[in-house]
C-alpha cells in the first residue's frame, strides 16, 4: 500500500470548513483513498472513501488531485465534536484476504470555540 | 454506538492469567479484523480473518491466539502476557468483495491492563 504524509496538527474555528490535506504520491491505479476519524476513547470511525472522482456524503467531502497524488478531506461546518485524529490511508482491494488498513500517525484536528 | 460490539470494554489481568476478548457483528461481513492500539500512537494491524479463514498474521506473538467460530464471532484469547501488551484492542469487520472499496467498521475496543 501507498505511504501517506499528513500534517500532524490542525486547528479550525467552529463552523468554519475544515479542510485536511494527505500526500499519496506513491499511489497506484488500483488504491482507494480512505478517510477515518478517531475520538478520543473510541474505535475509528469511517467517513468516506474514493478512487479516482469526488465523493460527498453526509459527513464530509473528499477531493481527489486529478493525478492521485493527493487529497483532501473537507469537513463543511466544523463543530467541536470534530475534534479527533483524522487518518488517510490508501488501500489496494485484496479478494480473500480481507481489506486490511494500515494506519499512519494521522492528523490532529483541533476545532476551538 | 457501533455496530461492532467488543466485550469486555475493560479488563485488567495478570501476567499468568488466561483471559478471552470477544467481538460480534451482525452485518453479513465476511472479513474480520484485530488492531492494537498503544496510547497516542495509531492502530497496528495483528491478525485478519476471511471466510473465518486467518489470512493475514503480521507476526504477533503467540500469547496472542485469535479464533473466528464462525462468520459473525471472533475472539482473541490472551495467555501469559507481559505488562507491555497493556493496550487498546481494537475489532472491525468488513465486506470482503473487489471492487467499490470496502469499509472497515470498528469496534469501541477492549481496554486490556497486564499487572
Known amino acids: 500500500d501507498a505511504k501517506t504524509t499528513q500534517p500532524p496538527s490542525m486547528d479550525c474555528a467552529e463552523g468554519r470548513a475544515a479542510n485536511l490535506p494527505c500526500n499519496h504520491s506513491?499511489?497506484?491505479?488500483?488504491?482507494?483513498v480512505y478517510w477515518y476519524r478517531q475520538i478520543h476513547s473510541q474505535g475509528p470511525q469511517y467517513i468516506i472513501h474514493?478512487?479516482?472522482n469526488n465523493e460527498t456524503n453526509e459527513m464530509a467531502s473528499l477531493i481527489i488531485t486529478e493525478d492521485r497524488k493527493s487529497s483532501t478531506l473537507i469537513l463543511p461546518h466544523a463543530t467541536l465534536r470534530d475534534t479527533a485524529v483524522y487518518y488517510c490511508?490508501?488501500?489496494?482491494?485484496?479478494?480473500?484476504?480481507?481489506?486490511?488498513?494500515?494506519f499512519g500517525k494521522g492528523t490532529s484536528l483541533l476545532v476551538t470555540p | 454506538d457501533t455496530e461492532v460490539t467488543q466485550t469486555p470494554k475493560h479488563l485488567v489481568m495478570g501476567m499468568t492469567n488466561k483471559k478471552s476478548l470477544k467481538c460480534e457483528q451482525h452485518?453479513?461481513?465476511?472479513?474480520m479484523y484485530w488492531y492494537k492500539q498503544k496510547a497516542k500512537k495509531p492502530p497496528e494491524l495483528m491478525f485478519v480473518?476471511?471466510?473465518?479463514?486467518?489470512?493475514i498474521n503480521e507476526s504477533v506473538p503467540s500469547r496472542f491466539s485469535p479464533e473466528c467460530p464462525n462468520s459473525s464471532l471472533l475472539n482473541l484469547h490472551l495467555h501469559a502476557l507481559q505488562p507491555e501488551d497493556s493496550a487498546l484492542y481494537l475489532c472491525?469487520?468488513?465486506?470482503?468483495?473487489?471492487?467499490?472499496?470496502?469499509?472497515?467498521?470498528f469496534g469501541n475496543g477492549t481496554r486490556l491492563t497486564v499487572t
Open positions: 472491525a469487520s468488513s465486506q470482503d468483495r473487489l471492487g467499490g472499496g470496502s469499509p472497515l467498521h
Open positions: 506513491t499511489i497506484s491505479g488500483n488504491e482507494y
Open positions: 474514493g478512487l479516482k
Open positions: 490511508i490508501v488501500r489496494v482491494n485484496q479478494r480473500n484476504s480481507g481489506y486490511a488498513l494500515n
Open positions: 452485518m453479513g461481513h465476511r472479513a
Open positions: 480473518y476471511s471466510y473465518e479463514k486467518l489470512s
